[in-house]
């Protein structure tokens, strides 16, 4: 059987993935190169790959284009689907595009044009910017979150200061350490040493941490940011029951008004607020991750991959409503993976590299080799 | 998915009405029946007696309780019996008998004890109860005399070593310490010059040990030897260990048992040379133990043992109770049948175990049924329980 | 934005509309059957008041996602000692106290262990169980008067009534409700049972939340043991031995998930509790055997959890 495996595993070239390990110790992306193996042994005429590379670092996603090219050369079909522009364009031959449930339009790899596709993708013309329209970096004076060298978990050192109205990216390589370093600027990492303070408060554990008006918005949307069986109303609540409550007493009526506030400021669609946010859609539901942290009054957001899976329209709402935090002064840290939106959004940029950070940009002199170089 | 949910549902109804039908067919007297034991051969046996030959032939309904060890479930019982309008209630259960009849004296329907008796102060306490049937059991006395006569039978052959089995003894359970007390007493008596059980040769005297320590100690008793003992019914690992080890004890010869003797043994003693006594039932299961030669010699009560108490229990719902002299409850003694061999277990089931001519046929129990028996004709007729007696009534 | 539909609202309300139909179903047998359906009534309000009290407690520990396996070795330890407290004292009062107060010192105890060995409260509580069984087995032996523990009787008539049950379960479950409903408990010890990773990263205290729930779990207990004592002042090694069980078939027959979570109600225990005691008493007045009778509970049983746990997926919503 683990011959078999690791034959399946060869075909997708996941060559670093040992077919005897527990896929419970394999980290998001090795599971999804595993489910795609799977797929793989019953050698299929036809592949369909629903949204599987946002889970993947660039190695996985070659990987995965690497395999859909070598089915095409065999004369099979692949249907991709994604939100992707720059990917669907990079291995797409023909693109059509659905909203609503229905088929908008066709476009051959000719034709492709990213304002066209926009359009068609959200139904309307893109208003404004897609992200933020100036081009120097502001913050103000006031420091809001202050690290001081983290250790432990893969960390080696690491100092950081966020200011009020500053979004500070951090960016690198999958591995290289900076989700974890989301973590432990909540409190939710094991660490060895350092400290992280807000407003000169430190804390070490995330309940500190949200009492003291830091919020996280976890990479993981589904299993950490969000109670899939909960409703909207839970959901969003949950992070700011002190502010609902009055003398103690949370009543439904100031609960029903706290969360409306959200729903409405977000434009979360849905049905009514008890709707399971599990029969959202990836957008809605970032939207009440956002919620939850905006109705708790945070003034620090640590956003781990916080356009993850997201459609287009509502990417350029959340770049929007983050441009606005910083504007009411909130301190935003931005973690990602796409550099374009650390290069669109951020007013500085750090680099990590192995658990360390390398370098720091600041806006309008971000250039996307050097930064590149810096990661590798 | 609707379509399921429909089907369910008119499924279930469907269960409700025809479990119904039969329900509203019946008019018969009802009465309610406590049990302690609900899948043990025993009670298998009571049962089929009551529903299959008792239920025909007086138009009488019997409602079974679940099987019951608690207080609280007994007294959930007769309120079920109350609900169904039962007229009396016989119990097996024995957990709380002085508020099963204060219940059943509240609720003003009749409260009988099978296979059993009250302690004497709660006979004082309950006698004169207006609802009180009475009890029709073996005594105290008669439980005492069944150990001694089991270990007596084993010393008279010469043995000497034995284990005893001493089941609900640690749960102070009265009936199982007076069956070991009496098998230490029989050693005792038997056991020569300076024969005595932790020094002592009363049998008040070990009783009362075995009541404070619940448990029995191994060890010389003149120049018999108590090799092994086992108590409880734990039924875990370390409990079944226990008894393969006594089994397994060196030189041991019989091993008597209070109770349950082949469920808890059997397997244990089978293919060797150790006798196993038990006291039991006379039941097919019995006899195929004794076929086998797993048990040697077993005390039980026949099946239809408790055809006398459903009489006095009859008579008291039609409005002539059997009260003695003085106006009080039954308080009737009823003993064991004891085979020691299999022809003796066949010679005597085969006598009681007829679904239409049980040893407490109705022939017999006719001449009691009717109102107006004496309770010294009915005292009489309890106390002819033995194999012989029942033989000769049935002539 | 708008309301939930009423098929929407279904799955919420199956297990009371549940309930409803074994009533009608209790007093259409009981016309049929000519039983006794007043006494009957009264039959199961002292069958069902126990497992509701133990079962609205226990709610708290299943919203969280954990199980609770002591509760029925608890019950019968807290009763137990309550019977010896009142038999060396006289005093119902002191019984009372002793019950809830052995109750509450066994949760603290079982929270306590989970919290120091930061081990899931299910696993404390299987070691708890075997302590307490052997426990009660130890007390009985003390006690040195056969194979049970009594309290006189009589001395508990006065207490042996509907109206008082009644008045202590409605006053439990308003607490409850109120400590679920309307202080942040609840709704973190929903969050807790949905997702933990998500409630820990929410700030949500998983341990402080476990000890509350323990905590008020054990009142429950407690009251129960004060209810069992009265209704059946004989207690045996097996007292209180099936609320364990009852609890869970409660919980789950009430229309609450036994994994716990965001659709977790505190009313499931009692509207569960009061069903399982309807349906015994029809299967009673039935006179259909144990076979029969446990079959057609399960039928009824399976009916009733897969209408309420229904199907959580609406339609997929448009952008």
Redesign the interface.
Known sequence: MEQEARKALDVIHADHIQPGIPTALLDLQERKLVEVAKVMVKKPEILVVDENTTALSQKGRELLYQLMDSLKKEGKAVIFISHDLDEIKQVCDTLTVLRDGRIITHFSKENYDDDAIKTSMIGREMQGDYYRADKEPTWQEKVLLQADHLTGSGLQDVSLKIRAGEILGVGGLSECGMHTLGKALFGGAMLTGGTVKTEGKAYSDPRQATRLGVGYVSKERDTESLCQQASIRDNIAIGGLRHIQKKKLILKRRETAYVQKQVDALSIKCRHMEQPVSAMSGGNKQKVVFGKWLGAGSRVLILDCPTRGVDIGVKQSMYQLITKMKNEGKAILIISEEMAELIGMCDRLLVMKDGALQKEFLRGQMNEADIIRCMI | MKNLKRILCLALCLMLTLACVPAMAAGSTKIGVLVADATGAEALAFRAYYEKYIANAYDVEFIYSEELNTADGEKNAIDNFIVNNCKAIISFSSVDRPAQIEQCDAAGIYYAVATGTLTDEEYEEFKDYEYYVGAIGPSLNTEFQVGYDMAAYYIDQGMTKFGIFGGAVPYRTDMHIYRAASMLSAMIDKGGEGAAYQGVTDPGAVIGMIYGSGSIETGKIGNLELAAYVGGYDFDDAWFGKLAQMAGTEGIEAILTVGSGVDVLGSFVAGSSVKLATVDSFTSAMGEAMNSGIIDYVAGKFATSIGPIFVATLNAVNGQPIRNEEGYALALDQGYWVAANAEQFAQYYAVDSSEENPAYSKDILDAYAPAGVSYEDFAAFVAQYSFDEIVALKK | ????TWK?RVPAFASVLGLLVLIA?YYI??A??????A??L??IV??SV?VALVATGAVFIYTLGSFDISLGAATGVSALLGAMAYNATGSLAVMFLVCVGVAVALGFINSSLASIFNLPIFVTTVAMMSVLSAFM?IL??WN?????I?VK?RDMRPLDNIPFKVVILVLYIALCWFVF????TG??A??IG??P?????????EKKLGIIASLISAVGIGLGAFL?II???????????SIGMDVIIAIVFGGMPVSG???SRILSAVVGAFSMGFM???M???????G?GQM?KA??FL?VV??ALG?????????
Do not use: H, W
Request: aromatic share 6%; proline share 3%.
């Open positions: 934005m708008g309301k939930q929407e179903a047998v009981g049929v059957r000519d039983a006794n359906v006494y009957g009264k039959a002292n069958q126990v087995l009985i032996g040195g008067a056969g194979d049970t009594k009787g409903t309307l202080l942040p709704r973190e929903k969050f949905g997702n990773v998500c409630a820990r990263l929410s700030g949500i205290n069992t209704y059946a002042p004989t207690l045996t090694k097996d007292t209180a031995s979570g965001p659709r015994t008493q029809i009673s007045m039935l006179n259909l055997g144990s029969y057609i039928a009824i009916l897969f209408i199907s959580q997926r609406g339609k997929l919503l448009t952008r």
